[in-house]
């Protein structure tokens, strides 16, 4: 298929969202911001343009005090938790995770206080208690001790689900814009297309799914692809019937007052 062919498809998708009377609330989230950079700018610049917030997903104990005054002028980034130290406590052999059973539950849950009570004191009334595990792992023992931590929403990635225990209010992302196994580049726009053609029409279909679509950028490893295809993502679908650009505030809740009622 060509990529004219794939977007035509996608529209045709979203053609048949308008005609079921649903809407895609489109989202954005990017991880690992601990420093200001071009690229960074770069990403403030296409929100600004676009109207889109971005939640930005920060590793509070490597993020240094000049993100935080950077963001004062990207009031469209909102900051949150990204973790602790991003670091990987699985043993060899299993995929990465900072927050998998692999340490005493009160060692985790210590480290993850820590890592808010330091964001907060960073970027103050900007913070969103949304908490972004690295990797997109988290185990459901630890989700559900969030809420008591003051995290009113999780972030990972399209099929995790909370346990049994329940947890915070989860959205999920749906599309990864970056190939991390073929050299850490962007994903060619026909593959991501068909991708997200067949995601959005299981979801169309399915009274029980998600109206939400999160695409998950990585601001620090976009390369031209990358930063092409959101671009023109945003573009092609800016006022599409189906289509609401949406933001975090309004996915996860009133997060910035909940924050401040509980410290």
Do not use: Y
Request: hydrophobic share 45%; net charge negative; glycine share 8%.
């Amino acid at each position: 298929m060509t990529e004219d062919a794939a977007w035509s498809a996608l529209f045709a998708e979203l053609d048949s969202w308008a005609a079921a009377g649903k809407r895609l609330d489109l989202w954005l989230r990017d991880d690992d911001a601990t420093v200001p950079s071009t690229q960074l700018d770069r990403l403030a610049a296409l929100s600004e343009r676009f109207a889109i917030p971005v939640l930005l997903a920060s590793i509070p104990l490597l993020a240094q005090e000049t993100l935080a005054r950077h963001l004062e002028t990207a009031p469209l980034l909102r900051p949150c938790q990204h973790g602790t130290w991003h670091r990987n406590h699985a043993p060899a052999g299993e995929k990465k995770s900072e927050f998998g059973l692999h340490r005493l539950l009160p060692e985790i849950l210590a480290e993850i206080t820590t890592g808010r009570q330091r964001l907060r004191d960073l970027v103050g009334s900007a913070f969103l208690p949304v908490f972004v595990p690295p990797w997109n792992r988290v185990d459901p023992v630890v989700a559900a001790e969030l809420p008591s931590l003051g995290f009113t929403g999780l972030s990972c990635f399209r099929n995790f689900t909370l346990g049994p225990a329940g947890g915070p209010r989860l959205v999920n992302t749906d599309l990864d814009l970056i190939d991390w196994h073929g050299g850490r580049i962007g994903r060619q726009p026909g593959d991501l297309l068909a991708e997200m053609v067949q995601l959005l029409a299981s979801r169309r279909t399915n009274p029980e799914s998600s109206q939400s679509f999160g695409v998950l950028l990585h601001h620090h490893d976009h390369d031209n692809t990358v930063w092409g295809f959101l671009t023109n993502l945003l573009a092609r679908l800016s006022g599409h019937a189906a289509v609401a650009f949406s933001g975090p505030d309004a996915l996860f809740g009133a997060a910035t007052d909940l924050a401040m009622d509980l410290d």
